[in-house]
């Protein structure tokens, strides 16, 4: 469930940015967004990844960590430049790749050890 959760996240965060807050790539930010989540439900649940598994998947932890930090950094830049975002709804698209990135770190973390599951 959180796997899907970061990619309802995720998807909005497209959303937001491909609608650049005009709606000039409203039906794009919706396909995208809508693949997005369509994929996180079937993959997160019947694909052959260690998610679907119930394995756990430190590269999804350290990807999660990774977007956080770069979110972050770009936070930074916004409040240092704020003419880098101009014309386009950074802060929200921000948040929402934040908290996808937050989600993904305990998705990551949970199911088995990878380790013990192989016989």
């Known amino acids: 469930m959180l796997f899907f959760l970061a990619c309802v996240a995720a998807g909005v965060g497209l959303l937001i940015l491909f609608s ?9 930010g919706i396909t995208a967004g809508g693949f997005l989540m369509l ?7 019947w694909g052959r990844g260690q998610v679907a598994r119930g394995v756990q998947a430190p590269r999804l932890t350290t990807t999660g960590l990774m977007v956080l930090g770069l979110c972050a950094l770009a936070g930074i830049m ?14 929200p698209f921000l948040l929402c790749m934040a908290i996808a990135a937050l989600l993904m770190v305990p998705v990551g973390l949970m199911g088995d050890n990878a380790d013990r599951r192989r016989d």
């Open 20 to 28: 650049a807050g005009e709606g000039a790539g409203l039906w794009l």
């Open 39 to 45: 994929g996180g439900a079937i993959g997160g649940r």
């Open 78 to 91: 916004l409040v240092w430049r704020p003419s880098v975002g101009a014309g386009l709804p950074m802060v």
